[in-house]
Nanobody
């Protein structure tokens, strides 16, 4: 199983970016999917999650600005980021709980990370 993230880049404050992350490989089911971020010198933190029923959860710092969504048919999770601030600068990682077989327990998978830089 691989998680391939894309969509990062550089943007000015107030701008927008959309991140995508597709899970591929031998997949029986995908449970929760989410985005985390890690800024230089800081620990990785939760940004947003969405479960298989599309119920969402957001960090307080991004509520009202970021929107997480998913396409279950494509095993893809998205993060629409609006009104970006310099403090949103970080490497963003996607995450998913995936079962590769009905006989195996769900395992946690991480994408490779994509850089988001917000600067004037």
């Amino acid at each position: 199983v691989q998680l391939q993230a894309s969509g990062g880049g550089s943007v000015q404050p107030g701008g927008s970016l959309r991140l995508s992350c597709e899970a591929s490989g031998t997949i029986t089911s995908v449970n929760a999917m989410g985005w985390y971020r890690q800024a230089p010198g800081k620990e990785r933190e939760l940004v947003a999650t969405v479960d298989s029923s599309r119920r969402t959860n957001y960090a307080d710092s991004v509520k009202g600005r970021f929107t997480i969504s998913r396409d279950n048919a494509e095993n893809t999770v998205y993060l629409q980021m609006n009104s970006l601030k310099p403090e949103d600068t970080a490497v963003y990682y996607c995450n998913a709980g995936i079962k590769i077989s009905v006989l195996r327990k769900e395992a946690n998978y991480w994408g490779q990370g994509t850089q988001v830089t917000v600067s004037s």
